[in-house]
């Protein structure tokens, strides 16, 4: 008998939870899936029923993925989980993967790409890109260097970096992260120190110039 692999989409975008579960539906017409739109849903779905893989986006309402990955893994051992983000894989795949993920998959991935890293995690548990694999074996080899500023961020200085760039405000920065605005603020304040910053438009070359 055939096994049906359980799969749970959480992404508070509904279009790309849409997009996502059409093509996993057509790679997988077997599967059971489900889907969820923010942290607190995810809790109640890991709760009430079990999955053999989460594909997880990072910055949804109501948690953080740091939480979310221990309360996961908490009460389902043995779930895998993907993190789905347009983040820069460079910057951030390592970082997600020492939070607990078990693997990373960019938004803008093709078809193929996605049922690559939808097999991998169903088979093997794992799936980074080629590219965060040489990554990780320069890092193995080498140690972290800390070679740039943005480096030095840590996951959270980062995530508000990016949210600063996007041009959200800081009071909804704060409502999305559930952060005390004056806590944002140190943040900012802190990742503005570490880069040697006065300013967002020099945050948004700093990032520019990281990513080329």
């Not at 996605?114 to 890092?139: F, Q």
Request: proline share 3%; glycine share 2%; charged share 25%.
């Amino acid at each position: 008998m055939q096994k049906i692999d359980r799969i749970l989409v959480a992404d508070d975008h509904e279009i790309v939870r849409m997009a996502l579960l059409h093509v996993i539906r057509q790679l997988k017409p077997h599967a059971h899936l489900s889907e969820v739109n923010d942290y607190k849903s995810l809790y109640t779905a890991i709760s009430n029923d079990s999955y053999d893989l989460l594909i997880l986006d990072v910055n949804m309402p109501n948690g953080s993925f740091q939480e979310a990955v221990n309360y996961v893994k908490l009460k389902q051992p043995k779930i895998k989980i993907l993190v789905f983000s347009s983040q820069d894989e460079l910057i951030y795949a390592l970082r997600y993967l020492k939070l607990g993920a078990d693997g990373y998959l960019n938004k803008e991935s093709s078809s193929a790409k996605i049922e690559k890293a939808l097999n991998a995690m169903l088979t093997s548990g794992r799936y980074i890109s080629e590219e965060v694999k040489d990554a990780m074996i320069s890092e193995s080899l080498n140690g972290p260097t800390n070679s740039t500023p943005i480096e030095s961020l840590s996951n959270r200085e980062l995530q508000i970096a990016n949210k600063l760039v996007e041009g959200i405000p800081l009071k909804e920065l704060s409502n999305t992260l559930n952060l005390h605005s004056s806590t944002i603020s140190t943040y900012k304040n802190r990742l503005f120190e570490k880069l040697n910053i006065q300013s967002i438009p020099e945050l948004v070359e700093v990032l520019r110039l990281y990513k080329e």
